[in-house]
């Protein structure tokens, strides 16, 4: 049952992907288009050159933060919809310290940036998870609140005190992250959300914390009888998912954006959650989307120019891939269905009694 349960969840997001595409090339067709040319001009848009390969990378960045920051409440069975926002606090406090010029080395300010960053994201990750534990409030209605307050808090900051000129805009960072490809925007950044992810992965399923937590996920109830420190637990999992979240938004601003102006951070927190849910909330499988969702980004421009085709059209297969991939695994989560999957597995083993 167990490689059976491995096998659907790795089958769900796949077929998905696939179906959406299939929907996607109808929908070009009927709207006048040749799918094929299409599809032709996104994906060299995607990986055409060097350039657009690392244009891929710089946009997949930010996405595999919120979406491992999305997997990592997720697994706790909380519901961290506030990503945005701690995505943009972490920024926040990053252009905050570089406008104050500590006269660090470049080395020391990059780090204390980035850790700030994660330790702003951290905080107000955690004010939802309090207010879940203590009060009983719904973590999703407060963590969505809390984008709204994070933006207008940035809003404030760019088109006043820190504003550059008469520009709504901040001053560029004293420090940036290091280009790791030459001639591209790729930055180390990306290296930080790789390493981020492993490390996710190892805590959640080779930890005896991360067992700790994915049961709470799994059934809140019998963790508690158990003995696991169940809102301890629930508080951490806020606690960590929105530092991730901060620690993207950090590097967002260190490594590619370098200001603070409007629409910084827009879209990156639910887009992490559906990139999430699509990758099964498995930080491999969050990353791997995540990349999937910035090749999506990066050759719409590039299909729309060769093609005529409005970008739009990659939007609609984005979100058909949303609703496929969370459709099919409430689908296999079905009683009837795992039923069907437990007498799957159960086959062989009668095969090899007789």
Partial sequence: MKMNTK????????LSILFSFFIGAILIASIGGNPIEAFQFL????????????ETIVKATPLIFTGLAATFAYKCGVFNLGAEGQFVMGAVVTIWLSSIQLGLPRIPMLMLSIVAGAVAGGLWGAIPGVLKITRGLNEMIVSIMLNYIAILFMGFLYSGPLREDNLPQTAQVIVKLPRIIAKTRVHVGIVIALVVAFLIYYFMFHTAYGFKLRSVGLNRRAAQVNGFPVKTLMLLSFIVSGAIAGLGGSVELLGTQYRLMAGF??????????????????????????YLFAILRTGATTMQVGTGLPTSVIDIIQALVIVFAVAGSALVN?????????????????????
């Fill in 43 to 54: 994906f060299k848009g995607a990986f055409g050159t060097k350039a657009n390969i690392g």
């Fill in 265 to 290: 951070g827009e879209g990156f927190g639910f887009d992490g959650v559906a990139i999430a849910l699509i990758g099964q909330l498995n930080p491999i499988g969050t990353l791997l989307v995540a």
């Fill in 7 to 14: 096998v659907v969840q790795f089958l769900v997001p796949v």
């Fill in 334 to 354: 079905l009683p009837k269905i795992r039923q069907v999957l437990a007498n799957w597995s159960a086959e062989p083993k009668k095969g090899q009694g007789n």
